[in-house]
């Protein structure tokens, strides 16, 4: 134990330990003092008067939010002054009027620059407002100069000592005070009006954002974690055919969708066979796949019955995309109606307009990507079984060919994405040049790798979709808006495309994030039984993750308010634009008015946050 004590006591005793901690600390030092350097620390502004005087003053703006105000009444008051002294001296002016308010200026006359004293007598008591020079013989004149502020005492009276204006003259001149007083009950200002209207489109705008973002980011997260992707793996074979029937797929399913549209176009102006065919479509759609796909099957189906059967799910899905595209037709047409009515209720019928349009916009591209992942599941299927079933030597001819065709196949696409984003103008560089290029990689891969060997193709897509969502995630959603901005106008339309974009990438992160620490005894246990991939998702990987999926989506909804304000500065809509207009405008009240109604929603939303997570998480 002695021993023990005497060997820690050398090795704390160490000279080369203290050096270490000598050299760390002056590092240390040597850091800081460059980051002083670099960030511009200078305190001496900041103790300067000039400083301190503009600090206090929009302080105090800031303190006073431009939210309750009162009518009120001026009390507008001239009187005489001489600048310079007239040559027979000091002259004497007219008594003023005390029954009323009035102004005593001693002396009565005073060279430009010279100060004089200016007193007001029976005036509103506590009141304030500008004290003013008014150049010319005219005392209603609208030119004023200066802007001295002076404010009475309980008695209504105050005493102000003015400097004044180098502008001499023969002519008699004037000194003009105009104090306002509070009349009546206090009422809203325009200003807190105007931000009630914004923090209602800000609290919205964020909540589409994150509702549409929540829903496209919960499937991104499944195949952006690593412990659900990393298990699966296929034979070279399968990839190269699932690559084959995604391009394929998605252009052949694109153009089917758009020509049911178009067999469908003579009836979307008839609200009545949009709504027959929105009843009729499902009725078929179901009955459809429930003969086509039966739960249990006594025998194996003849090849003609299989034919049969994949004709009917056809030929049903074909009808549920008429019956989707009817569903737009009908949506906007009862929008036009209800907006026609220019009723309490004409905001319902812009919702039904822009939903329908939704639908039928995205029904093709939805069309596309069934298409492409059916047949992708398909040949990747034929992909799999060939591999299984063909002798090893077949197998790597089979590799060779279809590896080389899938890699000019996707880097010949990608050639064609660098052309429309770069305009290269070249297909020696932008498509012959990628697909030979691809080509190469894929030979190569088939070459090297076993006929029968599977690759990490779920790790693959694991690092394509978290560098996707790092590299989108990088970019600021105040770049977003001002993309969004050129693309479909100023607004909060812009604004929620911004945050709802920048919500996927975002919560797709913290999603997979949370997929990655779940327990492995559930899934262990699921896939026991045999469970495929989507039922051990669905019964082992959601129950665990439901709890802090909703505790983020709730703070990913706080994020987007606040997010918005800045947003709001480039035209995303939200408060962020009064905000931005009032600061430019130095109104520093008004500017107040808006981080008072941001603070309150933020306020709020926390506890009613707390409160659904207490409830339900």
């Known amino acids: 134990m002695t021993a023990m004590a005497e060997n820690n006591k050398d090795k704390k005793a160490s000279p080369w330990r203290s050096l270490q901690l000598g050299l760390t600390v002056i590092f240390g030092i040597v850091v800081y003092a460059y980051g002083f350097q670099i960030t511009k620390v200078d305190l001496e502004d900041l103790r300067s008067e000039r400083r301190q005087e503009s600090l206090t003053r929009v302080m105090r703006a800031l303190a006073k939010p431009e939210i309750f105000a009162y009518d009120q009444q001026e009390e507008i008051v001239n009187s005489p002054v001489y600048v310079t002294c007239p040559a027979s001296g000091a002259p004497t002016l007219p008594e003023p009027d005390k029954n009323g308010p009035y102004l005593v200026i001693s002396p009565s006359c005073a060279e430009p620059g010279e100060t004089v004293q200016v007193e007001g007598f029976n005036f509103a008591p506590n009141v304030s407002g500008p004290l003013r020079f008014v150049p010319g013989s005219d005392p209603a004149n609208v030119v004023t100069l200066g802007r001295d502020n002076v404010e009475t005492d309980a008695a ?4 102000f000592e003015l400097t004044l204006p180098k502008r001499p003259s023969a002519d008699i001149q004037y000194i ?29 705008l964020a909540l589409l954002a994150t509702t549409f973002g929540t829903f496209l980011a919960i499937p991104l997260s499944f195949i952006a974690a690593r412990n659900l992707m990393k298990p699966v793996r296929s034979p070279l074979a399968s990839i190269a055919f699932s690559l084959l029937g995604w391009p394929l797929g998605m252009g052949i399913g694109y153009l089917i969708v758009r020509w049911v549209e178009r067999l469908g176009d003579p009836f979307t102006g008839n609200i009545f066979i949009n709504l027959v065919s929105v009843i009729i479509a499902p009725i078929i759609l179901i009955y459809g796949l429930r003969w086509a796909l039966p739960q249990e099957e006594t ?32 949506a906007k047409n009862l929008g036009q109606v209800i907006m026609a009515s220019k009723g309490w209720f004409a905001f319902l019928g812009n919702f039904l307009f822009q939903s329908g349009d939704i639908v039928g916009i995205i029904t093709p591209a939805l069309g596309g990507l069934a298409a492409g992942g059916t047949l992708s599941s398909f040949m990747g299927k034929v992909g799999q079984r060939a591999t299984e079933k063909l002798a090893p030597t077949n197998v790597k001819l089979f590799n060779i060919v279809f590896a080389t065709l899938a890699g000019m196949t996707v880097f010949g696409l990608l050639g064609q994405l660098v052309e429309w984003l770069y305009q290269v103008g070249n297909p020696l560089y932008t498509l012959w040049g990628p697909a030979t290029a691809g080509g190469i990689l894929g030979l190569t891969l088939a070459l090297l790798t076993k006929p029968k060997a599977t690759l990490p193709t779920g790790l693959v897509i694991y690092y394509i979709t978290r560098t996707f969502l790092n590299g989108l995630r990088s970019i600021e959603a105040l770049v977003m808006a001002i993309v969004f901005v050129i693309a479909v106008g100023i607004g909060p339309f812009a604004g929620m495309m911004a945050l709802g974009l920048h919500t996927i990438v975002s919560l797709a992160k913290l999603y997979s994030e949370q997929v990655e620490s779940i327990m492995a005894g559930p899934l262990e246990a699921i896939q026991a ?5 989507l039922q051990t998702i669905v019964y082992a990987v959601i129950p665990q993750i439901i709890p802090p999926y909703i505790s983020y989506t709730m703070y990913r909804w706080d994020i987007n308010v606040r997010m918005s304000t800045i947003i709001g500065f480039v035209g995303g809509g939200g408060i962020g634009f009064l905000l931005q207009q009032n600061i430019n405008l130095l109104n520093y009240r008004a500017a107040s008015a808006q981080m008072f109604a941001i ?6 939303m926390d506890y009613i946050s707390s409160v659904l997570r207490e409830k339900y998480v």
């Open 156 to 159: 209504g009276h105050f005493i």
């Open 176 to 204: 003009r005070a105009t104090l306002k007083q509070n009349v009546g009950a206090p009422h809203l200002t325009q200003t807190a009006k105007d931000t009630w209207e914004k923090i209602v489109e800000t609290v919205f």
């Open 299 to 330: 025998s194996k189906p003849s090849v003609s019955l299989q034919i049969g059967r994949w004709a009917v799910i056809f030929v049903v899905t074909l009808v549920g995309f008429y019956g989707l595209f009817q569903l737009a037709a009908l």
């Open 529 to 533: 039984t045999g469970a495929n991939r």
């Open 599 to 604: 603070a309150i929603v933020v306020a709020s």
